[in-house]
DNA sequence: TTTTTAGTTTGTAATGATTACAAATATATA
DNA sequence: TATATATTTGTAATCATTACAAACTAAAAA
């Protein structure tokens, strides 16, 4: 995705582009690498000085409202960031730390939901071994 | 389960029964909520008034590391406990705010794990609307 | 039983992520 | 250009959790 296209996004979901908004959602897409609020801050502000930290917390607070942006809470000590917002797991490598997407169909998560509940969202974490790190 | 039987499990995994760390195990496995530290000291704090909160924090990780308690990362907010450590998921009800759990067969993990991962652990949550709460 | 030792609890202080807030700045509209 | 609105910024506050050291308890040794 192209920055232009990136702030075409913006404006769809009505959020106006500001450069610090773009700066965050084209670091959250460019790094798929599910990022705290604080590595988001620490990559842009390489770029701009006098971007504050605040500011990130705000714009991926517009960006997640948007539905732009999705947050993890994968471990409750940080929250983690997602600009991949279409159904998919998250597996946490135990050994290199690595967070990375997998796939998921609707049915596997309506084959998961007990009957008469009615699931509108879902957070699927697996932990253990990537594929890099088997032993 | 009781009192005596819970006592047993502590000894067992090899963690001291003492009368804070039971208080804690036994409100969890009586009130299968998913509490809060918070929740779990405000219930406990009522018979023994001078508990405290850094020992609800002791007595949660030891019976975690012990394997008697799970901790759970359903928002990032603050950790939730259960004292269930069966394989299971999660529901958050987005009306009634209550956590079920429900059930989880190791085959269901195994086919959403992607080829090549090795899955060690896993976090199942889905939110929607319970039974109670359908519309 | 007394002494010693290790483990546990407690209260307070520190930490760290996140939010509240108000002034400063930038952008859009009239 | 003037005016209203939205956004950014820095600082201070909040809140869950952890660090720490003193007080306490219980188990082991003498």
Redesign the interface.
Known sequence: MTAKEMAAALCERGVRPTPQRLAVYEFLCMHPIHPSADTVYEAVVEHNPHFSRTTVYNSLRALMQAGLVQ?L???????HYDANTSLH?H?HC?HCGSITD???EPT??Q????T????????????????AC?P
């Open positions: 947050e809470s994968m471990d409750a000590d940080e929250k797991g597996f135990r997998f796939p998921l596997m998560v084959s998961l939901t007990p008469g509940y009615t699931a509108l969202g879902q957070g699927i974490y697996l932990s253990g071994l990537c594929p088997q």
